[in-house]
């Protein structure tokens, strides 16, 4: 085992600032949709335009480190092992097999996580972004007069929002669980905390595929 | 490096916070700021009618005292006779019904229902003197009255069935000598009392409006802008804006909110969006008939009782009538949310002669709008209904005769009579009676426009965008959210969310268990 340095600062930061976002537009955004009931409809308003934002902000930034760093490849899906990281889940985890993967610094997803992360950052996070800049401008009071967009009705864009919205919740869910089925169970957290996790050491038979950690720009 | 950077981006933040606030902070005036300091100024006339010779002389007959206003202010009566206010009628596109002059002469309500036949009382508000049945002649200028709207003193009164004359107690020189523009009194003197009493007929405009509260009226409380009718009801040549859709059909000549606050009155950019498709008055005027009561059903069938030969009234414990043998039971309410419709403005009408459907209420007046129609806002409005009287063999409303002015002429309200009042009625309207009558249901629509109340009071977000009991749940063809959901998408989203955390759950508690095992087997 050696202790290595997985998570950079602002991955770290990224991941929490996303975290507590993506939480905190969860709940305003359920209030606006009336399933609960915490700030007060007009106060859930605010505040989710605001967190809006924010997290609009974020993700620039976010995709730009992702490019310039050339980190994005992490989350390249890919059918290898994929079917044997399933597996693992659902019949090695109980017996204490090993991962079917090994965490390295080079590669630190999973395949079934490389899928998912991808769906989301490709699927889910844009059709969340986009729904929700249209619901927030589809019709925006410019020069004193409200110019709208020719939108028939706002449920397509309402309900296409709401979907998403039961998908990262789902998401949350299954990732605050699966959080807990590294090495240890609190392993993972401390890394993304820290950003150090103990991995296991190159072996001479199992060689760790080189991926690589070009810049993109420069390629 | 890091460091370096990091205080920047902590001193660029706290920066922006210190403008952000310095920004609210700025002392501009806003809009509504110039709009009190507008209202603020009043001009005092430089003219004094006390002092003008032609007016300190006694009039015999109120018609003099209009020739004299003539005499200097020449063209004016014939302004008015141009007006809705003389002439109880408009030339107007009627949907479905094509161009038509409508009025009272040939609109029916289901409150006093029509002026035909009983032009003695209730000419009482028109705006000229002796209109006591069809045959006045409106060509007359003599007979505009010019004291009902411009008596300053609050001294005129109209005579109780005198047709639009003035009371015999009234000094006419004494009125004439102190006129201006209208106050409220001159307009509520009517426009507070139609339909037979206080607040019957709008339920927005009734006594308490002489002097309101700032809560129950911003723009006209003494101890807010303390304006007047005619501050919004502004006129061009005697012609008012603003009517009332019991009566006009057309989008046009309305007063709007909008004139003096713009469509973008808020700082709220996401209050401001709701101006196109919700009116002012639907979050501003949270309730109507916020002092006393107003009229919401009036039933006519139940009339005609009499005690020991006399008719009689009830009263109910606050001394408001509930039941008249005149007029039969009705039903009031006090600080009513209104009911909300989609309205663009435009609007129909039940015609006297006009077939109907005895199995369903009968609207008299229909407002038109939907969600799709981008003219069409979301308006409050006071629904008033009635069972009142039609004739079931020829399937059209019946005027009745109810004012009585001599003895065997068929009014109601003196011989009790509904054949009759039916057969003298539709005389006047020139429509023949079948001799068989019966009483339908009928809804008329009067949108709210006044009682504005201070903004603290508006109707808050969560009042519509709620799943339950909205003020909006009867409208449909929109989604609003809060209330509206897709049911497919709610279903399979709440199943997803239990289904994967069932799955964490069991996958957790299995994990565990056989962990467990394995260390007490090693």
């Known amino acids: 085992m050696k202790k290595e340095y997985v998570y950079k600062a602002f991955e770290r930061f990224w991941h929490w600032a996303q975290a507590a976002l993506i939480i905190f537009l969860g709940v305003t955004g359920f209030e606006i949709h009336g399933s609960i009931r915490f700030f007060g409809f007009d106060q859930a308003v605010r505040y989710h335009n605001v967190a809006a934002i924010s997290f609009i902000i974020l993700i620039v930034f976010a995709i730009f480190w992702h490019l310039t760093t050339g980190e994005w490849r992490q989350y390249m899906p890919t059918w290898k092992n994929l079917r044997a990281q399933a597996e693992y889940y659902v019949f090695g985890i109980f017996r204490n097999a090993p991962h079917p993967t090994r965490k390295t610094v080079l590669s630190k997803l999973n395949p079934l996580q490389k899928l998912v992360y991808a769906g989301l950052k490709v699927l889910v996070i844009p059709v969340m972004v986009v729904s929700g800049l249209l619901y927030m401008f589809y019709r925006y009071p410019q020069h004193n007069e409200i110019l709208s967009l020719n939108i028939g009705s706002l449920e397509v864009i309402a309900v296409l929002h709401t979907i998403a919205a039961f998908l990262l919740v789902s998401f949350f869910i299954a990732h605050l669980y699966l959080g807990t089925t590294g090495r240890t169970v609190t392993s993972n957290l401390k890394a993304m905390i820290t950003g150090y996790e103990e991995l296991e050491e190159d072996s001479v038979d199992n060689k760790a595929q080189p991926v690589s950690h070009e810049p993109v720009l420069t390629k | 490096m890091k460091r370096i950077a990091f205080s920047l981006l902590l001193l660029g933040l706290v920066a922006g916070l210190i403008m952000t606030a310095l920004h609210k902070n700025s002392i501009e005036s806003t809009p509504l700021d110039q709009l009190r300091e507008q209202y603020a100024t009043r001009t005092k006339a430089s003219v004094d009618h006390s002092r003008f010779l032609q007016l300190k002389k006694h009039f015999a007959k109120p018609q003099d005292v209009t020739a004299a206003c003539i005499s200097c202010h020449n063209g004016r009566a014939a302004e008015v006779m141009h007006s809705t206010h003389w002439n109880w009628e408009r030339t107007e596109y009627v949907e479905g019904k094509g161009i038509r002059a409508i009025g009272k002469r040939n609109v029916l309500n289901n409150f006093c229902i029509g002026i035909s036949g009983n032009q003695q009382s209730c000419n009482r508000c028109h705006i000229g003197y002796g209109y006591a049945d069809a045959s006045f002649n409106f060509n007359d200028s003599l007979n505009v009255d010019c004291l009902a709207c411009h008596d300053n003193s609050a001294t005129y009164l109209k005579a109780i069935g005198g047709a639009g004359l003035p009371d015999s107690s009234v000094n006419l020189s004494f009125v004439a000598q102190h006129v201006g523009k209208p106050q409220r009194t001159n307009c509520g003197t009517c426009h507070f ?47 008012m804006l603003g009517k009332m859709y019991s009566v006009s059909s057309m989008n046009r000549g309305r007063v709007e909110c909008e004139h003096c606050h713009s469509a973008m009155p808020h700082t709220d950019d996401v209050l401001n969006d709701h101006t196109l498709k919700v009116a002012c008055q639907t979050c501003h005027i949270p309730t109507y008939a916020k002092v006393n009561p107003t009229k919401l059903f009036w039933d006519w069938s139940t009339a005609g009782r009499l005690r020991n030969g006399e008719p009689f009234e009830e009263k109910d414990s606050a001394g408001t009538d509930v039941y008249m043998s005149i007029k039969g039971s009705f039903v009031w309410g006090k600080n009513i949310k209104p009911d909300y419709i989609w309205f663009n403005g435009t609007a129909s009408h039940y015609l006297v002669g006009d077939t109907l459907d005895p199995s369903r209420p009968l609207q008299l007046n229909v407002l038109y709008g939907s969600y799709d129609d981008p003219d069409a806002k979301i308006y409050p409005v006071k629904i008033h209904r009635a069972k009142q009287i039609y004739d079931t063999q020829y399937r059209y409303l019946i005027q009745p005769k109810t004012v009585s002015t001599k003895p065997g002429d068929g009014g109601y309200w003196a011989e009790f009579n509904w054949d009759r009042a039916a057969e003298e009625g539709m005389k006047q309207v020139n429509l023949p009676y079948s001799g068989h009558y019966g009483f339908v249901q009928t809804e008329m629509y009067w949108p709210v426009n006044h009682m504005v109340s201070p903004k603290s009071q508006a109707v808050q977000c969560g009042e519509c965008h709620t799943r339950e009991n909205g003020r909006l749940a009867n409208l449909s063809g929109f989604y609003l959210p809060g209330r509206n959901y897709n049911p497919w998408v709610e279903f399979l989203g709440v199943g997803l969310l239990v289904l994967t955390l069932a799955a964490t759950v069991v996958h957790g508690s299995v994990r565990f268990l056989m962990n467990r095992k394995r260390k007490g087997s090693n």
């Not at chain 2, 009392?193 to 002097?211: I, P, Q, R, Y």
């Not at chain 2, 700032?214 to 502004?234: F, I």
Request: proline share 2%; glycine share 12%.
């Open chain 2, 193 to 239: 009392f139609g339909g037979g009493g206080n607040n019957v007929k709008h339920g927005d405009l009734e006594m308490s409006m002489f002097d309101p509260s700032r809560d129950v009226d911003v723009h006209m409380a003494s101890e807010g802008s303390d304006m007047q009718c005619v501050d919004c009801h502004s006129a061009q040549k005697h012609q």
